[in-house]
């Protein structure tokens, strides 16, 4: 696959690719990529031309600090702050992104609590989960995705979890560990993002990395098409760290 604006999200466009569709990032484990992945996918949508919303259930607001570093003639994502939320409205309606959004991108907290992981998990057709490879991040995505499958009810073979091993170092004994580890847990790996200082400076820019100009980005753009061609059809595209 390569990359060029519409083919990754028109390709497989029907006539229900503009109904809106929840993609949830979680992982309780801080600091695992949850608010690089919201963003970039959601920067990625917005050059597509499907209208995304970014839904911030993180206090910390980081997703919230990207979008207010988007300039005026970048894409629009349109911006939800799902806390400390006005009291004189109810939770639904202040979360409810605007007619015409196409995809809510909703990035959650480290430590969010079990008992919502029902209520986030509610309506998300794809449930993105970044993990890192090491040894504490990979017991700690175990107890995640058995929390996804017993208390959320997510059953295993529905299609919706999918896995992505970020900040990876290519032929390290860590990395081929945490595949080994995933191999094992029968949830897709559905991309694999490389570990690069290309994403802080896209997140300093409010941009995507697919939106960095005349950097050495164009392997990650590759990446995030196995992520996006996921989210979108389901399918599992031969991943290569390149
Ligand atoms: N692939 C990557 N390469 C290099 N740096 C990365 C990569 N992914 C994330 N980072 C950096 O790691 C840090 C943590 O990432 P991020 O904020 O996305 O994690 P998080 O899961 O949202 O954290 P938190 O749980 O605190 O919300 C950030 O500084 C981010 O820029
Ligand atoms: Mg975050």
């Known amino acids: 696959m390569t990359h060029s604006q519409g083919q990754v999200c028109s390709q497989p466009m029907d006539e229900t690719a503009t109904e809106l569709r ?23 949508y917005a050059l597509e031309g499907l209208q995304p919303a970014l839904l911030d259930l993180d206090p910390q607001g980081s997703s919230l600090r990207w979008l207010g570093k988007r300039t005026g003639e970048q894409p629009g994502v349109h911006a939800l702050k799902g806390f400390e939320l006005p009291s004189n409205v109810t939770r639904s309606f202040a979360l409810r992104p605007p007619p015409g959004t196409h995809r809510l991108i909703v990035d959650t907290p480290a430590g969010l609590p079990r008992e919502q992981l029902r209520e986030v998990t509610r309506d998300a057709g794809r ?17 995640c995705i058995a929390d996804l499958l017993l208390v959320a009810r997510v059953p295993r073979d529905s299609g919706r979890i999918g896995i992505v091993a970020n900040r990876v170092k290519a032929n390290t004994l860590v990395y ?14 559905v991309g694999v993002l490389r570990d690069t200082q290309n994403y802080v400076r896209a997140f300093e820019q409010g941009c995507g990395i697919h939106e960095l100009r005349g950097g050495t980005q164009a392997r990650d753009v590759e990446h995030w098409e196995s992520i996006v061609w996921w989210v979108e059809t389901g399918e599992v595209a031969a991943l290569d760290l390149g």
């Open 22 to 44: 929840k993609v949830l990032v979680l992982n309780p484990k801080g600091g695992s990529g949850k608010t690089t992945l919201a963003t970039n996918l959601a920067a990625w």
């Open 127 to 143: 449930i993105l989960i970044p993990v890192l490879p090491s040894d504490i991040d990979i017991h700690a995505v175990t107890r």
């Open 176 to 189: 081929r560990a945490l595949m080994r580890f995933l191999a094992t847990l029968e949830i897709p790996v």
